[in-house]
């Protein structure tokens, strides 16, 4: 794919913001931004929890490259404020963002579409989890139903361990998601595009210090591993890719995200977690891992995502 640099414009890497993921972001963001001028694209920082969006119109900025985590970043709030500003952007659009964001609701829409994710209940107490435990099963996840990176994220074995794993969730999130455990090997599958052109790139295996992706383990450690080439047999690869692809398409997803997907151990039937629309573009992240495997560099990836920066309303007029 030969892009010219030039016709992208004065570009804005969004990065940092005021979501629990702003370490991440930074961490991202500096990456993004380092491989676009290496390129030579006339990209620079922009810190939404340090300036005001409206600069991004003022100072002549032509499209954003949006690598913030986490709410008012991929929850369609950015998306919906450079749809204002009739400003191009990465990624999926408001409402794509906004529904990926919420795992309920994402979950609510694949199960209605037959795409296979765990059974899950919502809770508003100590007491709702107890009793989710109980219609579940042993193990449980307990999470907040809008972050990522497994911020406020438990396993629970045991309804003693519920209270504290509640609110380890509820202080980030006033809607908590209790979720059946599938035992078994943990996958990520990364798309790009949209759709009928979008696609999977590789499936990553990941194999994590005892089973626990956590925060320190995805971003701090190098005990985790990923395997890229998954090892998988070649049907149980494809038939994630497929189903990644179409559970993407189903949400409206556009430009690239990555889909997290557990293969339950007793009978190999893969399960749909959740879906990222602004994944990470760490040292430690899985679309650049999966994408290079692939063929593609991480810069080559950046430039990519970003000459398919666009709007809402320049889809609608497509259509």
């Not at 009928?196 to 089973?211: C, Y």
């Amino acid at each position: 794919m030969s892009i010219d640099v030039k016709n992208l414009g004065k570009v804005a890497v969004l990065f940092g913001g005021d979501s629990a993921e702003r370490e991440i972001s930074l961490m991202s963001g500096s990456g993004v931004l380092q491989a676009l001028q290496s390129r030579g694209v006339d990209a620079h920082a922009f810190d939404p929890a340090e300036r005001d969006l409206a600069d991004l119109k003022r100072d002549g900025f032509a499209r954003c490259f949006i690598a913030l985590h986490g709410r008012r970043g991929e929850d369609g709030a950015v998306q919906g404020a450079l749809e204002l500003l009739r400003i191009p952007y990465t990624g999926s659009g408001v409402m794509a963002s906004a529904i990926a964001m919420d795992k309920i609701m994402t979950k609510r829409i694949w199960r209605f579409e037959g795409l296979p994710t765990p059974d899950w209940r919502i809770a508003h107490s100590a007491a709702d989890c107890e009793a989710a435990l109980a219609a579940l099963g042993a193990p449980m996840i307990i999470k907040a139903a809008h972050e990522g990176s497994s911020i406020g994220l438990t396993k629970v074995t045991d309804a003693s361990q519920c209270r504290a794993a509640f609110e380890a969730a509820a202080q980030y999130d006033s809607a908590v998601l209790c979720e059946q455990f599938i035992e078994g090997d943990e996958t990520t599958c990364p798309v790009l595009g949209e759709g009928d052109g979008a696609h999977a790139l590789p499936v990553i295996q990941i194999k994590a210090p005892e089973g626990k992706y956590d925060y320190q383990n995805k971003y701090f450690t190098d005990d985790t591993k990923y395997l890229c080439p998954s090892e998988l047999p070649a049907g149980e690869e494809t038939e994630i890719q497929q189903m990644v692809v179409r559970a993407y398409r189903t949400l409206g997803c556009r430009g690239w995200a990555r889909a997290d997907v557990m293969i339950r151990a007793s009978d190999r039937q893969p399960f749909l977690l959740e879906i990222n629309t602004s994944p990470g573009m760490t040292g430690h992240s899985l679309v650049p891992m999966s994408a290079k495997v692939a063929g593609i560099s991480y810069d080559e990836l950046c430039v990519r995502l970003l000459a398919a920066a666009t709007l809402d309303e320049t889809l609608a007029k497509k259509a």
